[in-house]
DNA sequence: TCTTGTTGTAAATCTGTGTTAAACAGGAAT
DNA sequence: ATTCCTGTTTAACACAGATTTACAACAAGA
């Protein structure tokens, strides 16, 4: 387990690094918002612990950065008692759970451990391919930063060819898996939604999220080139 | 779940015990203010109920004193009709909730399951969607400033929707988790009362706090647009 | 009893989406 | 070239699904 703590007070950020050394985790440690950002996002790391009052920028400004960059790694926040509405807007941002200062370690790691156990949970899986963001629990696709808006069939096409990256798919496969009983094999369902499909997620024609086979079907490369 | 009683008159006491045994929970009692010190300090408690009128030293001592030591297990007093009075100096000390005798051990127990789930800081308390505020332990729901009058449907529909804000929610899982049974399929209920939300949540129609999925079901969306 | 408010049903209306069909494009085979 | 074949694109349409409205059924309270 390895685990990011964000925190300025050096003496309660040692004790808190000390502690969780000792019970075998590796533990990484921010002294500001910055380096906290920097860390979360380019270490693999199991959960955070942010301090909310950070001197460079708030610790909810972290979170929401760490969130917009669709890093959903479980956040614990820590608030002073006297300022523990701070966590309301804390959870707001995409925390997971708070804790008020002064606290005993042993509860910090209680909920950290639930946390970490829930999160495999928590985090929407997402599959990506370039620019295209695909999220099967919102049901909803990014392209870049803006959400696209594809119809229940459209959808459940580019979820399926997705969900087998890099395979060829067949018309007939494709037919199966989305509609309930047999289809109608000579119509051109298909056909329409992938050419509408591909008019959404890729208007300039660059990407080339789809490609055809001629005489065996649709496939999404692993990477785009 | 396990709480603690303080009360020292015996058959109120017993009472309780017995009551919250039946309901699965363990429960510990102490007759004194001194042993109900003892036992919060001691025994890993979710919860404690306090009974201000106690004979060694006060009630609201031992709530002082615990909070003294950082204990933060939530606390229900319980006061005497005729000195309701007491229940501010109570509060202040650090007590969570009241209630006044005589009661209703329903009332107690969901009492009591509010401040543990509140304290747990898991559930949020307060879910928000821009100017909506939804309590689910006051089950209320704020508009702006104002509270909004909805009904016991309207409110399980809407609580719902905000628990899994950013999930597609379909009709057949809503229908499932409001009605204890199953339920007449070829029924528009769900769309009437989406209906009826709407209109109270968001008269204007701006904030669209409640999208439709053609064919697959409703969401409430992380963030307002 | 009457009143008031909530819930469920039914019917009318509206809208977006899935479907069809037909025209088009471009390889491959002859 | 030409024909055939397979996939692409476009436009038009019909209808399932969503919304709205009105009302009946029912319970709770006065």
Known sequence: MRILVVEDENILCQQI???????GYAVDVANTGKDGLFMATEYPIDAAVVDIGLPDFSGIELIRQLRKKDIKVPILILTARSRWQEKVEGLEAGADDYLVKPFHYEELQARLNALIRRSAGLAHP???????????????????????????YEYKVLEYLMLHKGEVISKAVLTDHIYDEDFERDSNVIEVFIGRLRKKIDPDGTLKPIETLRGRGYRVPINPE
């Open 126 to 152: 997402v599959l990506k391919f370039g620019q295209i963001e695909l999220d099967t629990v919102a049901q909803e696709v990014l392209l870049g930063n803006e959400k696209l808006e594809l119809t229940a």
């Open 17 to 23: 690094q000390h502690f969780f050394a000792d019970k």
